[in-house]
Nanobody, 114 residues
C-alpha cells in the first residue's frame, strides 16, 4: 500500500513563492513516476508536472514558473512554485501509479490572493 502525504500549502500573494512537498511511504520516487495535479474550485483536476528518473515535464500553464524535483533519501517529491498567480489557486495533489494502481494524497490547499 502506497501512502502519499502533501504539505506546504498556504496563502500567498500574487508574485510570491511556495514549495510543496509529497512524502511517500516507500522508495516510490526511485522507481516510478511521481506527479502533481491540481483542482481549482468548480473545475476538473488537471495535470501540473511529472518527474520520471530525473526527467521532468510540465503543463504549459506552469512552465517556467514551477519546478518539480525529488530527494531519494527522503522519499520526497517537491514542487517549487514561483511567480504565483491567482489562477494557481487550487488544491494540489501528489500522484503515482504503481503496478497499474493509481495512488493520490489528500491534497494541500494553495491560495494566491492579495
Amino acid at each position: 500500500q502506497v501512502q502519499l502525504v502533501e504539505s506546504g500549502g498556504g496563502l500567498v500573494q500574487p508574485g510570491g513563492s511556495l514549495r510543496l512537498s509529497c512524502a511517500s511511504s516507500g522508495s516510490i520516487f526511485s522507481w516510478y513516476a511521481m506527479g502533481w495535479y491540481r483542482q481549482a474550485p468548480g473545475k476538473e483536476r488537471e495535470w501540473v508536472a511529472t518527474i520520471t528518473s530525473g526527467i521532468t515535464s510540465y503543463a504549459d500553464s506552469v512552465k517556467g514558473r514551477f519546478t518539480i524535483s525529488g530527494d531519494n533519501a527522503k522519499n520526497t517529491v517537491y514542487l517549487q512554485m514561483d511567480s504565483l498567480k491567482p489562477e494557481d489557486t487550487a488544491i494540489y495533489y501528489c500522484h503515482t501509479n504503481v503496478r497499474w494502481t493509481d495512488y493520490w494524497g489528500k491534497g494541500t490547499l494553495v491560495t494566491v490572493s492579495s
